[in-house]
């Protein structure tokens, strides 16, 4: 009855912690896939921010040379509008100084956030990897461990340098060292007889649990600057699509009401 009731526990956390293993593998995968919206989001507003500033810096430049052409026509009729565009440009050499003061002051931000972020992912992929391992322990019972740590890097990922690249061939040797493990178990559970297959199992574990380890604590370094990467591109990509769109929306604006009221002036429209 005892080993009844402790094999009844046993099953339950490990029910438990099976279940938290698939919620943090579905979290990775929506972030990474988060991420990914992200990036195309960031790039697309990239590139529109790209056209407008030429479009209102070429006619900006027309309309300038337009005013130019007038004031040289008849200065003393034209002295106000002179002051007035002097006093434009001014104003367009402030907004940029502004705006580089608000990017320098965001990435202050940034840096802090991206401490907290990176902990924060740090901690949820060990407990991945500590919950997978105690599942695995508990093969025989024909329970799910769920894919391997080096599933959920994207083959899309670009590896810049060597250490990238390093990292990625560890956590392939680790998934290929666990699958030749559950081959290994099943040839043994064929061969061996039941009082032998126990032992044998269990060593098997133990000698690759050690490679595991291995392989976990000469990886942990180039790991963290991995993890580090990741959530970078993440904050750095969101805060980037709000802060292009507040530019878009309000810097291009006002330089569009400005043109408008200038050709007006110069009775142009």
């Not at 030429?54 to 005013?67: G, K, P, V």
């Not at 126990?198 to 976990?216: H, M, S, Y």
Request: include cysteine.
């Amino acid at each position: 009855v005892a080993m009844r009731k402790e094999q009844q526990e046993n099953k339950r956390a490990i029910c438990n912690t099976q279940q938290q293993l698939a919620q943090q593998s579905a979290a990775q995968l929506v972030s990474q896939h988060q991420i990914k919206e992200v990036e195309d989001e960031n790039s697309k507003l990239q590139n529109q921010l790209k056209l407008l500033n030429q479009e209102y810096r070429a006619r900006l430049t027309h309309y300038i040379n337009d005013i130019t052409e007038c004031v040289r026509k008849d200065d003393d009729a034209n002295v106000k509008l002179k002051e007035y565009v002097d006093a434009m440009l001014k104003e367009v050499r402030v907004s940029y100084h502004s705006r580089e003061e608000q990017l320098t002051s965001s990435l202050k931000n940034y840096r802090k956030r991206l401490h907290n972020l990176s902990n924060t992912h740090h901690l949820l992929l060990i407990a991945y990897r500590m919950q997978r391992e105690q599942i695995l322990e508990h093969s025989g019972r024909g329970l799910e461990a769920g894919p391997p740590e080096a599933h959920f890097i994207s083959a899309e990922v670009e590896l810049r340098g060597e250490p990238e690249r390093e990292l990625r061939r560890l956590k392939e040797d680790k998934s290929r060292l666990e699958t030749r493990l559950r081959v290994a178990q099943k040839q043994v559970s064929l061969l061996s007889p039941p009082s032998q297959n126990a032992a044998v199992t269990e060593e098997a574990w133990a000698d690759v649990r050690k490679q595991l380890r291995e392989i976990a604590l000469n990886a942990q370094e180039l790991h963290e600057k991995e993890r580090v990467e990741l959530v970078t591109r993440a904050t750095v990509a969101e805060q980037q699509v709000k802060e292009l769109q507040e530019y878009v929306d309000n810097h291009l604006g006002r330089y569009k009401l400005e043109v408008t009221r200038l050709r007006r002036m110069l009775q142009l429209e």
